[in-house]
């Protein structure tokens, strides 16, 4: 049975997000969700410089380990890669809040949507493709949801005594900043364009970004340049190298072949 | 959005008090279409106005005249216990309406003219004195006219009814046309005290019949509010079934109005019932009913027992264990039964009214987050706002009134997993980039 939480990717994608989703997600769940009065956010506390490292275990649960006990997944609706791209996992039911209380609601896994962002907690910077895609993603979903920006909370609001740094920002702030995307007072997101600009006014648009699923010529050249097999297929090792080539350029790490990492392959031929 | 769950709920329980009371119609229209009760109560109805319970003269007389007695099939026959209003009363072929037009020119006609000699002389043995008086009058063929009416008046043997055409032809100062719309002012008066015992019975077996489909397919008003309350999906699902019905219905309603302005359908009270009429009609009360059941199991509502009954207790005292337990939703059966005693035609207009109030209410909630345009003319952004607070005025006011389900749903639950907490996913194995699923969204078109 698909869950209740069906529109998530549309919301999201609507708002200019890049959106992927984990397989099944529509029938995960620990049960459907109750009726949604809010958004928790939290990080997952794990340092490492990759993209999503947690998604397995959001997905199959926590295994126990000194400190922290075994819970069954899905422990978070949506995951948030450093590179700003959300991750679907559940339509249904997560264990992602626990004991707590958050404008009068306490059911927190029943009544509130969960999102892991990908962070250590101990200081490690947001990188602003991240946060920024946190701000306009809580923002989609209260407003699909019709509910104002004082419904999202940090986990260490709703649970100050068991969690009281997760996540490692400033919530009001945070707040602030989702009100300014819901009110429309926030500038527009930055979508990447489709096509490399043109390298003078009147010549024709340069190469086409790339992403995972497209094939062709232009894959073909882009395996070529980052040494992996070449096979002209887009698929899932193509953009492994990528990401790792964008973060050795210190680009975002996001496995999408634009304008700006189309520039950095160049320096390669 | 706050206000367009609460009537989301609403039409949901209200389509499925429809649902059910139609079920309950359905089948009471297929009893009736065997037992005719309409039939006899009509005949106790005219018993009482002629002032004959035990139906020995003018009651008989009125049943017997060729005016009447051409729609209904066979002899009259009357029975002994006419006069006690029983819930499935046999009509025994006797005509379920009489038009009042017959009504009154019956009564005229007895009155002036006496009444009619039958052909079979066994049948006038059983009241040779009466047919006996009235012989030499009923060869009479001039015209009745207002002082025969009144003779004949004066020789009725039933006083109270005699009184009563005789006042019906003193109001019309004499004129046959007003005396005969009196009297048939006076028939409809008591029709109307016929209908009402037949509502009645009706809604007494409806309440019965209801209590026993809701038991039997678990149709349990509090689950199903609670159940809509929680369950996006169900919820939209029902109320656009809800929408799809009363679009249907609208159709329908059409497509008849198209049918009758072309064929003039016959009066359907004064033709006499054949027995494929009958057939008809219980074969549509199947018809109605299959629909209506139909509709029910695709619902996707907590409706039966595909769960089964969870409850603990042992023997003879099982059932009254188990609605303890509260395995038994009895409160909600009985909810739902009564509900269906107000009947398929008021829920349909509920259904319709509310209907109208959540299109009117429903909310911005799929407003695009992009859509800065709107968002920055202040024109609009302060209509869209002053909208937004007609549209929670509107909703609070329904809030109110659906109280009763707002206030068994509203409560914070908590549940056995409301306090397991994974937010620290863990050092578990970690998922490489390659293991990352495909996306979308982000670049430009």
Not at chain 1, 57 to 76: C, H, M, T, W
Not at chain 2, 168 to 197: C, F, I, P
Not at chain 2, 378 to 404: E, I, K, N
Request: glycine share 10%; charged share 20%.
């Amino acid at each position: 049975m698909r869950y209740s939480l069906i529109w998530l990717p549309n919301a999201l994608k609507e708002a200019g997000l890049h959106v992927r989703l984990v397989d099944n997600w529509e029938t995960r769940g620990r049960g459907d969700v109750g009726r949604i009065e809010g958004v928790i956010c939290h990080h997952t506390a794990v340092a490492s410089t990759k993209p999503m490292p947690t998604l397995g275990s959001l997905i199959n649960g926590r295994k126990a380990e000194p400190g922290l006990s075994a819970v069954a997944g899905p422990l978070a609706q949506l995951g948030l890669g450093r590179e700003g791209h959300f991750y679907v996992i559940a339509a249904g039911r997560c264990n992602h809040a626990g004991e707590g209380r958050w404008q009068g609601f306490t059911n927190g896994n029943a009544n509130f949507i969960g999102i892991e962002a990908e962070n250590d907690g101990k200081g490690e910077p947001w990188p602003p493709v991240q946060i920024e895609a946190y701000w306009r993603g809580v923002a989609a979903i209260l407003m699909h949801e019709g509910l104002d920006a004082s419904r999202c909370a940090g986990h260490k609001e709703y649970a100050p005594t068991r969690k009281p740094h997760d996540p490692n920002l400033d919530m009001n702030a945070f707040r602030i900043n989702v009100a300014k995307v819901m009110n429309g007072s926030a500038p527009l997101p930055e979508r990447i364009p489709p096509f490399d600009p043109p390298p003078e006014a009147g010549a024709p648009a340069g190469r086409a970004t790339l992403f995972r699923g497209n094939t062709g010529e232009l894959v073909f050249r882009l395996q070529s340049v980052l040494a992996i097999g070449t096979d002209g297929i887009f698929g899932s090792i193509t953009e492994a190298a990528v990401r790792e080539f964008q973060r050795q350029h210190g680009l975002t790490g996001d496995g999408i072949v634009g304008p700006f990492t189309w520039q950095a392959l160049d320096t390669l031929l | 959005m706050f206000g367009s769950w609460v009537l989301e709920v609403a039409i949901g329980v209200i389509f499925v008090f429809l649902v059910v009371s139609t079920i309950c119609a359905a089948i009471r229209e297929g009893i009736e279409a065997y037992t005719k009760t309409r039939a006899a109560y009509l005949e106790r109805g005219i018993r009482e106005m002629l002032h004959d319970p035990h139906c020995e003269d003018l009651a008989r007389k009125f049943y017997e005249h060729p005016l009447i007695y051409g729609l209904y099939a066979g002899e009259f026959i009357p029975s002994a216990d006419a006069m006690k209003i029983r819930s499935f009363a046999l009509g025994r072929g006797l005509p379920s309406y009489i038009p009042s037009q017959n009504f009154a020119a019956v009564m005229i006609d007895l009155a002036a003219r006496g009444s009619v000699p039958s052909s079979d002389n066994e049948t006038a043995a059983g009241d040779p004195g009466a047919v006996a008086a009235n012989e030499p009058r009923a060869l009479a063929t001039s015209p009745i006219t207002a002082q025969s009416l009144r003779t004949g008046i004066a020789e009725m043997e039933n006083q109270q009814v005699a009184r009563a055409i005789l006042s019906a032809l003193d109001l019309a100062q004499d004129d046959l046309n007003k005396t005969r719309l009196n009297l048939e002012a006076w028939y409809d008066a008591g029709m109307d005290r016929v209908s009402g015992w037949y509502k009645r019975s009706t809604q007494w077996i409806v309440f019965w019949l209801a209590l026993a489909i809701a038991g039997v397919l678990n149709v349990d008003t509090i689950g199903i509010a609670n159940f809509l309350y929680r369950n996006d999906t169900a919820r939209h699902a029902v109320v656009a079934e809800a929408e799809a019905t009363l679009e249907q219905a609208r159709k329908d309603a059409a497509l008849v109005q198209e049918k009758g302005s072309r064929t003039p359908t016959a009066p359907s009270g004064g033709a006499p019932i054949a027995e494929t009429e009958i057939a008809d009609a219980s074969r549509a009360a199947m018809n109605e009913y299959a629909q209506a059941r139909k509709k029910l199991d695709t619902l996707t509502l907590p409706i039966g027992w595909r769960e089964g009954i969870h409850c603990s207790g042992k023997g003879i005292w099982w059932l009254s264990e188990c609605v303890k337990q509260g395995s038994l939703p009895f409160l909600g059966w009985v909810m739902t039964a009564l509900a269906a005693t107000l009947g398929a035609p008021f829920w349909f207009d509920i259904l319709n009214k509310v209907m109208v109030i959540r299109s009117t209410v429903k909310p911005y909630e799929k407003s695009k987050p992009e859509g800065s345009e709107d968002r920055q003319n202040p024109d609009q952004s302060l209509t869209l706002a002053l909208r937004q607070v007609a549209a929670t005025a509107t909703a609070t006011g329904m809030m109110a009134q659906a109280g009763g389900i707002t206030a068994a749903t509203s409560a914070q639950e908590r549940d056995p997993e409301a306090n397991i907490d994974g937010c620290e996913p863990g050092n578990g194995p970690m998922t490489e980039d390659a293991e990352l699923p495909p996306g979308d969204g982000g670049v430009m078109r």
